[in-house]
């Protein structure tokens, strides 16, 4: 296996809410208890979502909204769009500020996307979360606290990544992103033990690999040809 190289994130805005305007409130998807609101975007959408689960286990934040943007950061809509926007909420700036800043420590060396070393290969996410918060939790369907191998990587990689990821450990697929997604990438959420979303999580990124190294390995000509 290539060793993998860090693609590191980058927040291209931050910006706190104090008292949300209520019926802006409201249209975000705040409950009743939800006064205060972070605005995060990021040039990775894959690495915030993690983060924001994050910042659930570290304070009285709610993940309210997040969305990735069409085509992803390459062709942002503005300087400080990224290509995601997410939304914590809570019921003082003071928890708000507490998310904010776990969720920024989360992508300071922690949640990235990554490369193949020396290889032209796009990035990809093959990241592990050994305890999920209440954010990823229900999107997956599994308990709050439960491993998440969150894997995500361009069309054919993913579904070649997903493949090998399921056969290598006792891990099963919780939710699975065909594509193409908003960034025109793909792939899916596994479950099981924290040693088999570890081993799963090397197996796709297995698979990305065999797929930089050898694209058209399936074009293989048949014993016998139709006509």
């Known amino acids: 296996m290539t060793t993998l190289r860090p693609v590191p994130p980058r927040l291209t805005s931050v910006r706190l809410l104090e008292r949300i305007e209520p019926s802006l409130g409201r249209a975000l998807g705040c409950g009743e208890r939800h006064v205060s609101v972070g605005l995060v ?88 979360i050994e305890e999920t918060g209440r954010y990823l939790a229900p999107l997956a369907g599994v308990a709050v606290g439960s491993p998440l191998a969150y894997l995500i990587a361009p069309p054919t990689e993913a579904l070649i990544g997903l493949d090998a990821a399921l056969k290598s450990a006792d891990v099963r697929l919780a939710r699975f992103f065909g594509p193409p997604t908003e960034t025109n990438f793909a792939g899916g959420y596994l479950t099981g033990s924290v040693a088999d979303v570890h081993a799963a999580a090397r197996a796709f990124s297995e698979g990305v690999e065999s797929v930089v190294r050898a694209p058209l390995a399936g074009l293989v000509r048949p014993e016998r040809e139709r006509r």
């Open 41 to 128: 975007t990021c040039d990775q959408d894959d690495s915030l979502y993690a983060a924001l689960d994050h910042a659930t286990k570290f304070a009285d934040v709610d993940v309210v909204y997040a969305k990735s943007f069409y085509a992803g950061a390459a062709h942002a809509s503005g300087p400080f769009s990224g290509e995601v926007l997410g939304a914590l909420a809570g019921p003082d700036p003071d928890q708000v500020k507490e998310g904010l800043w776990a969720l920024r420590e989360a992508l300071t060396g922690r949640v990235h996307f990554v490369t193949l070393d020396a290889t032209t290969a796009p990035a990809f996410f093959p990241h592990v």
